[in-house]
Antibody, heavy 119, light 109 residues
């Protein structure tokens, strides 16, 4: 079964750090670009970051640039998001999603992990 | 920066009715890079349409997409009870790399 499972969310104080992980299974992880997408409570979807299959190309949304770092370990079939200098507005459910470049759509999503930034 | 504007914000319809959702881009978007997603409460989004008009695997044919340039449409021909959800359009490839619209909620009238 093709699956993505996020972990690492939790409660953190403003200015703190958190590292999210996304474990992939059921497909050749190293062949796919990956994304992080977040959703604040009661709000819409916001793209956060993109990483190509080989990690050679990385993009960030302006709202997280300089604070978040996306990475991957193809040997471990895992995607990561290092989040530093967290702000209240980073509170959200964070999803990892596979980008199918054949169709330019995100065709596999994890169940999400919740990050709450609060003092 | 490409901005996607979805309308209406909320669509109140009855089962069996036709739903027409709009997604307008601030700049031209390649049809190849326009997708639609469905999201139900407490669930992750699900890919419905890619390339503006192609249905993703397992998506019923009552869902259809159309459009080009700056104007795109998602149509649900006859609403089923399970179709009441929030729908998002998304573009890929133009700065920022990936953008979502604000969403349209399809609710039961």
């Amino acid at each position: 079964e093709v699956q993505l499972v996020e972990s690492g969310g939790g409660l953190v104080q403003p200015g703190g750090s958190l590292r999210l992980s996304c474990a992939a299974s059921g497909f050749t992880f190293s062949s796919y670009s990956m994304n992080w997408v977040r959703q604040a409570p009661g709000k819409g979807l916001e793209w956060v970051s993109y990483i190509s299959s080989s990690s050679s190309t990385i993009y960030y949304a302006d709202s997280v640039k300089g604070r978040f770092t996306i990475s991957r370990d193809n040997a471990k079939n895992s995607l990561y998001l290092q989040m530093n200098s967290l702000r209240d507005e980073d509170t959200a459910v964070y999803y990892c999603a596979r980008l199918n470049r054949g169709i330019y759509g995100m065709d596999v999503w994890g169940q999400g992990t919740t990050v709450t930034v609060s003092s | 920066e490409i901005v996607l504007t979805q309308s209406p914000g909320t669509l109140s319809l009855s089962p069996g009715e036709r739903a027409t959702l709009s997604c307008r881009a601030s700049q031209s978007v390649s049809s190849s890079y326009l997708a639609w997603y469905q999201q139900k409460p407490g669930q992750a989004p699900r890919l419905l349409i890619y390339g503006a008009s192609s249905r993703a695997t397992g998506i019923p044919d009552r869902f259809s997409g159309s459009g080009s340039g700056t104007d795109f449409t998602l149509t649900i021909s006859r609403l089923e009870p399970e179709d009441f959800a929030v729908y998002y359009c998304q573009q890929y490839g133009s700065s920022p790399q990936l953008t979502f619209g604000g969403g349209t909620k399809v609710e039961i009238k």
